[in-house]
Nanobody
Framework: QVQVVESGGGLVQSGGSLRLSCAAS????????MGWYRQAPGKQRELVAS???????NYVDFVKGRFTISRDNAKNTVYLEMNRLRAEDTAVYYC?????????????WGQGTQVTVSS
């Protein structure tokens, strides 16, 4: 019933921009912290950015100033605006929805969308 679906990935040249979208259904979207993660070939999945239900954002240093995370609760969608892309940004980007803790903890992942930055 719960679905987290990413879209917007593709091929872009170094220095270019791309906007990813993640639509969630089957959850009370406004209550969830949403996050973007990425995984490059041969590497572990890593956090890129997150945004809480109150709109507080967090960015990993290597994307700070280049990427912007935002959410539209009316559309149950979170976005990742990526600017000044680099070849090392190439990865599968995943959307994550989390809520609560302990017995109330919920954690849902999307299947990912490929972002390829050509140099």
């Amino acid at each position: 019933q719960v679905q987290v679906v990413e879209s917007g990935g593709g091929l872009v040249q170094s220095g270019g921009s791309l906007r990813l979208s993640c639509a969630a259904s089957g959850i009370i979207f406004s209550a969830y912290t949403m996050g973007w993660y990425r995984q490059a070939p041969g590497k572990q999945r890593e956090l890129v950015a997150s945004i809480t239900n109150s709109g507080s954002t967090n960015y990993v240093d290597f994307v700070k100033g280049r990427f912007t995370i935002s959410r539209d609760n009316a559309k149950n969608t979170v976005y990742l605006e990526m600017n000044r892309l680099r070849a090392e940004d190439t990865a599968v980007y995943y959307c994550r929805a989390t809520r609560g803790m302990g017995s109330y903890y919920r954690d849902y992942w999307g299947q990912g969308t490929q972002v390829t930055v050509s140099s």
